[in-house]
């Protein structure tokens, strides 16, 4: 069966046409300034695939697929308030739709298939992520699993605030103002000696190993997958590694750490999980 499926980001949106988790054609383009355009371009995707069974979107926002509304906010302001399922009705295809993080989530079930239960935590300028157990997305009340970026670090701290990319990036343009700094530069002055960078990094290490204990002692879960752009530097994985294990080494009230490691379709994360969720609702 073939899914047209969508991910729809503030800076981009994407398409792709998968069918039996492989990705047959691809397009994406800058995410459309209005609601009509943004339908106008998912139109001309959808109509001249071949075999479509159904849609797929991944979306931010708080996502209601019982009702296709997307509540909350997000960098795509137009897409909140009226439903999904009624906006495209006239494609006379089944819509299936979720919470971006829950389709990162989602996606390591077409990438493992023995893979039973785990979390996913996606860290860019905040911190979201997923539960699924016994091979089930986990959504909770509202549709609140898996949003790990609200664990509060203190009564006015959160651990979006503390851990994410973003949160580092603010910090090393608060004390160094005379560069726009991001990651990419961040990694690149820290490995040549600059004491500022090596300690953003290192905090969001620490902070990040903190977190994760605790999903990983909360849920059971011994896998928890990594997803974000930042999630595919090597350097950054070593980084959390090497922080958690060195709090178990301080403290012998921690048996076991979790399995962690970056999400398996990167980039395409977001669409293959799209892909998994249609596949599964169009089986029940």
């Known amino acids: ?44 995707q959808v109509r001249p695939t071949s075999d479509v069974l159904a849609i797929s979107i991944s979306l931010p926002g708080s996502v209601d697929p019982k009702t296709g509304i997307v509540a909350g906010i ?11 399922f ?13 919470n971006d993080a829950n389709c990162v989530g ?3 079930l077409a990438a493992q298939g023995e893979l039973e239960n785990f979390a996913c935590v996606v860290i860019g300028t905040g911190i979201g992520g997923a539960v699924v157990l016994d091979r089930k997305l986990i959504r909770g009340w509202k549709g609140y699993a898996g949003e790990f970026g609200y664990m509060l670090s203190d009564p006015l701290t959160n651990w979006s605030q503390k851990a994410s990319t973003g949160n580092m990036v603010a910090g090393v343009r ?16 820290a490995a040549e000696g600059d004491p500022v960078c090596q300690t953003a990094l290192q905090s969001m290490y620490d902070e990040l190993a903190l977190g994760l204990i605790t999903i990983f002692y909360c849920l059971g ?14 350097e950054f994985l070593a980084g959390v590694q090497a922080s958690l294990q060195s709090i178990q080494a301080r403290n012998s009230d921690i048996p076991e750490l979790p399995t962690v490691q970056a999400c398996h379709f990167h980039g395409d994360a ?4 799209a892909y998994m969720l249609a596949t599964d609702g169009l089986a029940h």
């Not at 997000?74 to 308030?81: D, E, L, Q, W």
């Not at 977001?270 to 999980?273: A, D, I, R, S, T």
């Open 1 to 44: 069966m073939t899914i047209a499926c969508f991910d729809i980001g503030g800076t981009d949106v994407k398409f792709a046409a998968i069918r039996n988790k492989e990705i047959l054609q691809r397009e994406s383009c800058p995410t459309p300034k209005s609601l009509a355009d943004l339908v106008n371009w998912i139109e001309k």
């Open 74 to 84: 997000s960098a795509v302001p137009y897409i909140h308030g009226p439903s999904w």
């Open 86 to 98: 009624d906006i495209l009705a006239f494609l006379n295809l089944p819509i299936f739709m979720e």
């Open 106 to 108: 989602l996606s390591q």
């Open 174 to 189: 608060r004390a160094k103002a005379e560069l726009d700094w991001d990651g990419v530069a961040i990694y690149k002055a």
């Open 221 to 234: 879960t011994k896998d928890i997958f990594l997803g974000g752009a930042i999630s595919q530097n090597r």
């Open 270 to 273: 977001n669409l293959m999980g």
